[in-house]
């Protein structure tokens, strides 16, 4: 059975950092993890669900929202199976629901659960 599990979300201040991770569990969905591209969206209160980043099945191609870029890292580890989202100097407007999502070759996405994350003094 495949399943995205997300961690490290919290309240924290403006100008701190969290470390997002997406831990990827289910017998295929581990052995070829290094097949499928990673993503990262968000969800604030209101608003539309938003791309964040992504990362491709190597690790070495990324891209970043315009908003993020400077702050946030995506970032994988295919020998751990997982994904990481590193989110530095956080803003208040970075305040939603975080989900990572795995893309298979066949084009079949899976959501995460998701984490909340709270920036506010």
């Known amino acids: 059975q495949v399943q995205l599990v997300e961690s490290g979300g919290g309240l924290v201040q403006p100008g701190r950092s969290l470390r997002l991770s997406c831990a990827a569990s289910?017998?295929?969905?581990?052995?070829?993890?290094?097949?499928?591209?990673m993503n990262w969206y968000r969800q604030a209160p209101g608003k539309e669900r938003e791309l964040v980043a992504s990362?491709?099945?190597?690790?070495?191609?990324?891209v970043h929202a315009d908003s993020v870029k400077g702050r946030f890292t995506i970032s994988r580890d295919n020998a751990k199976r997982m994904a990481y989202l590193q989110m530095n100097n956080l803003k208040p407007e970075d305040t939603a629901v975080y989900y990572c999502k795995a893309r298979t070759p066949t084009g079949q996405d899976f959501w995460g659960q998701g984490t909340q994350v709270t920036v506010s003094s």
């Open positions: 990362i491709g099945r190597t690790g070495g191609s990324t």
């Open positions: 289910g017998f295929s969905f581990e052995a070829y993890f290094s097949n499928y591209a």
